[in-house]
């Protein structure tokens, strides 16, 4: 199995930029594709993005497409989430999962096995 921690969170303005990190240990981390999602207050848990096992193929729900980009280093076991342009409604709790699909690009929140903590995204207006 693998163990996920997300860093990078925090508070910025509206039009700012953040770069979430997830960091993996245990298994081998290219065994996995990776998704990030995300869960504001009252709200239920969504599919922000997704990246297969190479990094060759990502995928994005429709409202950050254009704004967010998902990248992973193998080599570190890291995988990102570049945040550009951020709105007000990006606030959110982040997280990053793993799927044992390597191939996986799955916005499907059963579709992945392992999860981290979470870290929080708060944009101002």
């Known amino acids: 199995q693998v163990q996920l921690v997300e860093s990078g969170g925090g508070l910025v303005q509206a039009g700012g930029s953040l770069r979430l990190s997830c960091a993996a240990s245990?298994?081998?981390?290219?065994?996995?594709?990776m998704g990030w999602f995300r869960q504001a207050p009252g709200k239920e848990r969504e599919f922000v993005g997704a990246i297969n096992w190479s990094g060759t193929n990502t995928y994005y729900r429709d409202s950050v497409k254009g704004r967010f980009t998902i990248s992973r280093d193998n080599a570190k076991n890291t995988m990102y989430l570049q945040m550009n342009s951020l709105k007000p409604e990006d606030t959110a709790m982040y997280y990053c999962a793993a799927d044992e699909d390597p191939d996986g690009s799955s916005g499907l929140l059963y579709e992945y096995d392992y999860w981290g903590q979470g870290t929080q995204v708060t944009v101002s207006s």
């Open positions: 245990g298994r081998t981390f290219s065994s996995y594709a």
